[in-house]
């Protein structure tokens, strides 16, 4: 006899006389009746699926304690890739699931939170409150949701609360943050900035002690002036040594720590959650500090055939940050001889106060950190109810109502910069003479930047809100309709209603420090020139969808889904879009049970899927709230002041071309997979999927002549195809022992078919929102984006062309392709091994196969500070790899002896950053994202007190440890000038890299 069951290894016994068997059955770890969440809240077997998806635990989330709830996805998913673009309070992240598909649109997957679109940041979500997110890696997966998910979707559920004896949770996080490398720097020479030609590097005479370039002389230890006297006569003098730790200095330790508390309870009928967590941050920036509080509450009732669930969340989040780039250009340009940290107090200091700071050409940054400073303060809500009728077995009908909003104020001060007299007029200047034993009184042009005279205090302030309305009706039918088929399917509606709006006043001059607008002198500024300056748009959509899964014997199914939108963002002739998919997957190991073996395979399960989806967000230059694409299609008009004639005031015609006959996007994906399990511990994921965009949103240029300078077409048409694969399950399991293992690889190839016509090449940054990467371009026949810059010239054979006279290179004015600015490769690997009451975590991931261009190396270079500028100590050399042409012999010979005819100043800060390739390095870098070790606190600790049900007691870090190529003497690849699809830059608006210790105490009551 054989005995098997879902969820079960089958097992065969032999048939006695004996009136009675026992037989023992072994659980199957094969996820086959786990229960996914899929589009709109529908819930399916997994083994009913025929698309990826995978799922991430609350206790997997949140294993290193993060901020962020996407830090704690990262390297956990294959497919998903995560970046952490910047340092910082509340640091930006990016998503991609399986890559760039558009050009000019949002790529980023749909975020959904209990059923509803979430119009959020998700950094706004406390990671704590996060029962599961299920990630639907294609548009195979999302097609249910229309355009808003043709990128993939993160569907989030949250607690709703637990069946049993209420419990308290508390847990209490103290987190230590701390830069954990900086650029490779020189420690050499001092200040100079061509002031004086350096040719005798031991010459103290050449030293310029109010430079901030670093092309000087050589350090020596003897005492020197350091800026110019102030009003009093004296000077700060300084040793002329380096201070190899100055720059990491400037930066705090940063703290941060998380309290949460939770409340849980229900019975049978329903449950109820509330929870509440407060962050309260200080940076590594000095004077930067934020604040986050989240309060939460849900829960689900019961009453027969009705049921109602809700969640409702207010989060407030506090940032005031300083300009983050000015300061870190100001540290990065300061030399290495100069004591930066002991000139924090400018207030009481003359040496560090406006008029008296060593540097005649830029603020001293702690005088920048107090007077320029960014506060962001939002107001975010979410909530959302749904109610059910389940009328019979096979019959559920459910409602869902949704809304986010933000509400979002800025504030920027600058405070006034009021020069002294003596320092506007006076140019006298101290000098060390030769040989650093005396100094040398000097008459010169006075301090440079307090000689351009006295700058305002300022007052910038914008207010933004972002209102999404949803509204679903499903009606779900899951009945068998024979003995061996089962039909599992649903019906709906659905409205999306956003509503955008801005205000943006500057006043650049107020009469006196009193930051209001009313303060200001002349007339404030209603326009920043950016996309969002004053406006208020609003955009819908309405869609009806169907899906359904046909089951043959639990062992095969068919499933298909159809949606089509009415887009108000479109003109009535392509206003409507469908959007479908058809995919299928079939259970081996029940077909064929005699492959499966208790010791071998233990399940086996293929899948293929096609879907064809749309994106529309490039219309609001790739935003993903639909709001932003409203009007594009139609004229609008803009103030012109000055229009017609004088000072009056009219309306000119936008620049771009008004296109009616714009539609979305189209994306087709085809996905195929297995699914196999091994030994009931094992469990291996393989998926192959393909897309291809057509009718690409892009900007084409237009004759001038005509009025406009550009217009919206439908042209583009972009590849992508990838490979993925997911194993994970119980190495280890003994008594005491326990061995998780989770190993996930993703590869991902792009490339751009076609552009506009003959169009080859499209530079991105300025056609996407929080684009900043001007060296980010779409060339066809390349991967998207590439990086591309300028390069020396070459000769055939690759080697740097120089100047037969001065043995310098030769910049080649075209711009050349140094490679994609996305990772090619990504492995993820954690690892949770537990022994008695110790659980030890590790995850670790690779990122492999591309570029990254560090812009933050071209200032550096300028600055002369960077380790780069002394590699050859300032001494003339050979260029490396470098040729010249032989007229006489009519070819290119190696350059063995030609020295460049400067090493110093007028060859780094100059024709050296000038050449972009000189910056870009391999990306690849293997991260040790989290360490935990957490420590179950025996029961009978606490046991007297009959209060406490558990404890336990965590130390995790982030980020421990990098490892990238010695190429990349700059900063963590990961990091991006913005979260637009223009990867691949770095530069000084990134602070230096961070790692991050963290002690947790979680007591349950």
């Keep these: 006899m054989v005995i098997s069951g879902i969820g079960l290894l089958s097992k065969e016994i032999k048939v006695t006389t004996e009136p009675l068997l026992n037989a023992v059955v072994t659980t199957a770890n094969d996820n086959l009746t786990e229960v996914v969440v899929t589009a709109f809240g529908i819930k399916k077997q997994a083994k009913e699926l025929g698309y990826s998806a995978t799922t991430v635990q609350s206790k997997d989330l949140n294993v290193a304690k993060p901020v962020n709830v996407v830090n704690g996805l990262t390297g956990k998913v294959a497919g998903l890739q995560i970046n952490t673009v910047n340092n910082g309070l509340f640091a930006p992240t990016r998503i991609v699931l399986r890559g760039n598909r558009s050009i000019t649109g949002n790529n980023q997957p749909l975020l959904v939170v209990d059923g509803a679109i979430f119009y959020n940041d998700i950094s706004t979500l406390n990671p704590e409150d996060i029962a599961s997110i299920n990630v639907l890696k294609g548009s195979s997966a999302s097609a249910i949701y229309g355009s808003d998910a043709s990128n993939g979707v993160l569907i989030i559920t949250t607690k709703k609360g637990s069946r049993g004896k209420p419990t308290v949770n508390f847990s209490s996080t103290v987190q230590l943050e701390s830069v954990s490398y900086m650029p490779a720097l020189q420690n050499q020479f001092g200040s100079n900035g061509g002031e004086k030609f350096v040719n005798d590097f031991n010459d103290l005479n050449t030293y310029i002690p109010y430079e901030n370039q670093s092309y000087g002389p050589r350090f020596n230890g003897k005492m020197v002036p350091l800026g110019r006297p102030v009003a009093d006569g004296s000077v700060l003098m300084v040793p002329y040594s380096a201070r190899p730790n100055e720059k990491r200095n400037f930066f705090n330790t940063g703290l941060t720590t998380?309290?949460?508390?939770?409340?849980?309870?229900?019975?049978?009928?329903?449950?109820?959650?509330?929870?509440?967590?407060?962050?309260?941050?200080?940076?590594?920036?000095?004077?930067?500090?934020?604040?986050?509080?989240?309060?939460?509450?849900?829960?689900?009732?019961?009453?027969?055939?009705?049921?109602?669930?809700?969640?409702?969340?207010?989060?407030?989040?506090?940032?005031?940050?300083?300009?983050?780039?000015?300061?870190?250009?100001?540290?990065?340009?300061?030399?290495?001889?100069?004591?930066?940290?002991?000139?924090?107090?400018?207030?009481?200091?003359?040496?560090?106060?406006?008029?008296?700071?060593?540097?005649?050409?830029?603020?001293?940054?702690?005088?920048?950190?107090?007077?320029?400073?960014?506060?962001?303060?939002?107001?975010?809500?979410?909530?959302?109810?749904?109610?059910?009728?389940?009328?019979?077995?096979?019959?559920?009908?459910?409602?869902?109502?949704?809304?986010?909003?933000?509400?979002?104020?800025?504030?920027?001060?600058?405070?006034p910069k009021v020069y002294s007299t003596y320092a506007a007029t006076n140019s006298t200047v101290l000098y060390s003479n030769s040989a650093g034993t005396g100094i040398d009184t000097v008459t010169e042009s006075p301090k440079y930047i307090a000689s351009q005279g006295n700058q305002s205090a300022s007052y910038t302030n914008s207010v933004y809100s972002n209102f999404l309305l949803t509204s679903d009706f499903v009606a779900n039918f899951n009945k068998n309709i024979s003995?061996?088929?089962?039909?599992?399917?649903?019906?709906?509606?659905?409205?999306?209603?956003?509503?955008?709006?801005?205000?943006?006043?500057?006043?650049?001059?107020?009469?006196?420090?009193?930051?209001?607008?009313?303060?200001?002198?002349?007339?404030?500024?209603?326009?920043?020139?950016?996309?969002?300056?004053?406006?208020?748009?609003?955009?819908?959509?309405?869609?009806?969808?169907?899906?359904?899964?046909?089951?043959?014997?639990?062992?095969?199914?068919?499933?298909?889904?159809?949606?089509?939108?009415?887009?108000?963002?479109?003109?009535?002739?392509?206003?409507?879009?469908?959007?479908?998919?058809?995919?299928?997957?079939?259970?081996?190991?029940?077909?064929?049970?005699?492959?499966?073996?208790?010791?071998?395979?233990?399940?086996?399960?293929?899948?293929?899927?096609?879907?064809?989806?749309?994106?529309?967000?490039?219309?609001?230059?790739?935003?993903?709230?639909?709001?932003?694409?409203?009007?594009?299609?139609?004229?609008?008009?803009?103030?012109?002041?000055?229009?017609?004639?004088?000072?009056?005031?009219g309306y000119s015609l936008n620049t771009t071309v008004a296109n009616p006959n714009l539609k979305p996007?189209?994306?087709?994906?085809?996905?195929?997979?297995?699914?196999?399990?091994?030994?009931?511990?094992?469990?291996?994921?393989?998926?192959?999927?393909?897309?291809?965009?057509?009718?690409?949103?892009?900007?084409?240029?237009?004759?001038?002549?005509?009025?406009?300078?550009?217009?919206?077409?439908?042209?583009?048409?972009?590849?992508?195809?990838?490979?993925?694969?997911?194993?994970?399950?119980?190495?280890?399991?003994?008594?005491?022992?326990?061995?998780?293992?989770?190993?996930?690889?993703?590869?991902?190839?792009?490339?751009?078919?076609?552009i506009n016509g003959n169009v080859k090449q499209l530079g991105i940054s300025n056609a996407i929102v929080d684009g900043s990467n001007a060296n980010a371009y779409a060339v066809v026949g390349y991967a998207f984006p590439v990086i591309e810059t300028r390069d020396w010239v070459r000769d055939p054979q690759g080697r740097v062309v120089v100047d037969r006279v001065t043995g310098?290179?030769?910049?080649?004015?075209?711009?050349?392709?140094?490679?994609?600015?996305?990772?090619?490769?990504?492995?993820?690997?954690?690892?949770?091994?537990?022994?008695?009451?110790?659980?030890?975590?590790?995850?670790?991931?690779?990122?492999?196969?591309?570029?990254?261009?560090?812009?933050?190396?071209?200032?550096?270079?300028?600055?002369?500070?960077?380790?780069?500028?002394?590699?050859?100590?300032?001494?003339?050399?050979?260029?490396?790899?470098?040729?010249?042409?032989?007229?006489?012999?009519?070819?290119?010979?190696?350059?063995?002896?030609?020295?460049?005819?400067?090493?110093?100043?007028?060859?780094?800060?100059?024709?050296?950053?000038?050449?972009?390739?000189?910056?870009?390095?391999?990306?690849?870098?293997?991260?040790?994202?989290?360490?935990?070790?957490?420590?179950?606190?025996?029961?009978?600790?606490?046991?007297?007190?009959?209060?406490?049900?558990?404890?336990?007691?965590?130390?995790?870090?982030?980020?421990?440890?990098?490892?990238?190529?010695?190429?990349?003497?700059?900063?963590?690849?990961?990091?991006?000038?913005?979260?637009?699809?223009?990867?691949g830059r770095t530069s000084t608006n990134q602070a230096p890299p961070t790692r991050l210790f963290s002690a947790t105490l979680s007591v349950t009551f």
């Design 808 to 983: 310098n290179p030769k910049a080649d004015p075209n711009l050349k392709v140094f490679g994609q600015a996305t990772p090619k490769n990504i492995l993820g690997l954690t690892s949770n091994f537990t022994w008695k009451q110790f659980t030890f975590t590790v995850t670790m991931d690779y990122r492999g196969g591309y570029k990254i261009f560090n812009s933050i190396g071209q200032y550096m270079d300028f600055t002369g500070i960077s380790a780069t500028t002394a590699s050859t100590n300032r001494q003339r050399f050979v260029f490396p790899n470098s040729s010249y042409f032989d007229a006489a012999k009519g070819q290119y010979v190696a350059n063995t002896n030609i020295m460049v005819d400067d090493a110093n100043f007028n060859f780094w800060p100059g024709l050296y950053r000038s050449v972009g390739s000189n910056y870009i390095t391999s990306a690849a870098a293997w991260k040790l994202r989290e360490v935990a070790i957490a420590y179950e606190i025996p029961r009978k600790v606490f046991a007297a007190t009959k209060i406490v049900q558990r404890a336990v007691f965590t130390l995790s870090g982030r980020n421990l440890l990098m490892i990238r190529p010695k190429s990349n003497l700059w900063t963590d690849p990961e990091f991006s000038d913005g979260t637009g699809n223009d990867a």
């Design 483 to 649: 003995k061996d088929f089962n039909l599992n399917a649903s019906i709906g509606t659905t409205y999306i209603g956003n509503k955008l709006s801005g205000v943006y006043v500057n006043a650049p001059q107020l009469v006196v420090p009193v930051y209001n607008v009313k303060n200001v002198s002349g007339l404030p500024n209603i326009s920043n020139g950016g996309l969002y300056d004053n406006y208020v748009r609003e955009a819908r959509k309405f869609g009806l969808f169907g899906d359904a899964t046909v089951g043959y014997k639990n062992l095969a199914f068919i499933h298909g889904s159809y949606r089509g939108d009415v887009d108000s963002r479109l003109s009535k002739s392509n206003r409507f879009i469908p959007y479908y998919d058809v995919d299928g997957s079939l259970i081996l190991s029940d077909l064929f049970p005699s492959i499966v073996s208790n010791k071998g395979l233990t399940f086996a399960k293929i899948r293929a899927a096609y879907s064809v989806t749309g994106n529309a967000s490039a219309l609001g230059g790739g935003s993903p709230y639909i709001g932003y694409g409203a009007y594009v299609i139609n004229p609008t008009y803009n103030v012109s002041p000055g229009f017609p004639y004088g000072s009056l005031g």
């Design 258 to 415: 998380l309290n949460d508390v939770s409340f849980q309870s229900g019975d049978e009928n329903g449950r109820f959650f509330m929870s509440l967590q407060d962050v309260n941050s200080k940076a590594v920036m000095p004077g930067d500090y934020g604040r986050r509080d989240v309060f939460r509450v849900g829960g689900d009732k019961t009453y027969g055939i009705f049921s109602a669930s809700y969640s409702l969340a207010y989060t407030y989040k506090y940032q005031n940050t300083t300009n983050t780039g000015t300061v870190y250009q100001m540290v990065m340009n300061t030399p290495a001889h100069v004591p930066l940290t002991s000139l924090k107090d400018w207030r009481n200091n003359k040496f560090a106060d406006i008029n008296g700071f060593y540097n005649d050409y830029f603020d001293n940054p702690y005088w920048d950190i107090d007077n320029y400073r960014n506060k962001t303060t939002d107001n975010n809500l979410t909530g959302n109810v749904q109610f059910g009728l389940r009328p019979t077995k096979w019959l559920n009908l459910t409602y869902r109502l949704g809304m986010t909003n933000l509400s979002s104020r800025y504030e920027f001060t600058g405070g």
């Design 665 to 754: 996007e189209k994306v087709n994906e085809t996905e195929v997979g297995i699914e196999l399990g091994f030994m009931n511990r094992l469990y291996l994921t393989m998926a192959a999927y393909q897309s291809e965009l057509t009718d690409g949103i892009v900007r084409a240029n237009t004759a001038s002549s005509s009025g406009f300078y550009n217009a919206l077409l439908n042209a583009a048409h972009t590849q992508n195809k990838g490979l993925e694969l997911e194993l994970s399950g119980n190495v280890l399991k003994t008594k005491n022992v326990s061995w998780n293992l989770n190993v996930n690889y993703t590869y991902n190839e792009s490339k751009v078919v076609s």
